[in-house]
Nanobody, 119 residues
């Protein structure tokens, strides 16, 4: 059974930091590209950041978070992280972890973790 379990969300003031974690089980973790998405109330889910499979040598970010967020992975711990600095009220959303293995067309989602940034 595949599980992606996010944690680390919460309430923070603008300018503050949070570190999200997503622990995976039931998959060959290192073979999956891992991403973070977010969905604000009344809006569609949007891409935040991605890290490539295996060594995680390649990362990519949405323009809105570049320079503030950092995605990383620990294959031994089967965990992907999202370090979020200088948070803004517009970062308020439910953040979702995604595992994607294009060669097998497998894609999995976590249940989400709420991030609320107060002004």
């Amino acid at each position: 059974q595949v599980q992606l379990v996010e944690s680390g969300g919460g309430l923070v003031q603008a300018g503050g930091s949070l570190r999200l974690s997503c622990a995976a089980s039931g998959i060959f973790f290192r073979a999956y590209a891992m991403s973070w998405y977010r969905q604000a109330p009344g809006k569609e889910r949007e891409f935040v950041a991605v890290i490539s499979s295996f060594g995680g040598d390649t990362t990519n970010y949405a323009d809105s978070v570049k320079g503030r967020f950092t995605i990383s992975r620990d294959n031994a711990e089967k965990t992907v992280y999202l370090q979020m600095n200088n948070l803004k009220p517009e970062d308020t959303a439910v953040y979702y972890c995604n595992a994607d293995r294009q060669i097998t067309l497998e894609k999995y989602w976590g249940q989400g973790t709420q991030v609320t940034v107060s002004s």
